[in-house]
């Protein structure tokens, strides 16, 4: 990988490691599945917003 993520720099610096184990395809469902989860979804403010603000209408 060329360029590592914010997340693996910081679990490589605590020598840490995660494994990826979901897969779905679509990208605009992924918050709805994560509710009641304790995985963490990295993407973007401007998604993120976006989501949050869907959320509590």
């Known amino acids: 990988m060329a360029h590592r993520g914010v997340f693996e720099t910081h679990l490589s ?4 490691s995660r ?25 973007s403010r401007r998604f993120a917003s976006y989501f949050a603000g869907a959320y509590r209408s």
């Open 13 to 16: 610096s605590l020598r840490v």
């Open 19 to 43: 494994v990826r184990t979901v897969a779905h395809s679509y990208f605009t469902t992924a918050p709805y599945l994560l509710l009641q989860s304790d995985l963490i979804f990295s993407t």
